[in-house]
């Protein structure tokens, strides 16, 4: 684009941004898993989302590593533009990258591993203990 802030921001550290554009795939993944393992199964059949939960997963562990890249960069351009006399604060991305943060990581706890006991029912009398 043209723009250099040479001594204020980290050069190397913005390629890191790369993975907000990672996790958005790997979100567009899991949504699409989602939806077909919604939609093409019967109703009455219990699944095992494996793919939803395969991509949730990456998608979390890029969103942490993205929000880290982008802490670190945005809180250290903060401190050398203020250092300069030029006011900074945090601007939205930050926020959202939070956000998606928590949802990824509450969507990879709610799409987790079912519950696969060989005895569900409290009434068979297989089951180790009736409640």
């Keep these: 684009m ?10 190397w550290l913005t390629k890191g941004l790369i993975t907000v554009g990672i996790a958005c795939a790997f979100s567009l993944l899991a949504l699409i898993a989602l939806l077909l393992e919604i939609f093409c199964r019967p109703s009455y059949q219990l699944t095992n ?32 533009f203020e250092n ?12 959202m990258l939070l956000s998606a943060m928590i949802v990824g990581f509450l969507s990879l706890c709610v799409g987790g591993p079912r519950f696969t006991g060989r005895h569900m029912y409290r009434a068979d009398n297989r089951a180790v203990y009736n409640v």
């Design 49 to 80: 989302p494996i793919w939803f939960r395969v991509f949730s997963g990456l998608t979390t562990l890029t969103t942490i590593i993205a929000f880290v890249f982008a802490t670190v960069l945005f809180h250290n351009g903060r401190i050398r």
């Design 84 to 95: 300069r006399g030029i006011d900074a604060s945090y601007g939205p991305a930050e926020w």
């Design 2 to 11: 043209g723009y250099r802030w040479d001594p204020e921001l980290i050069y």
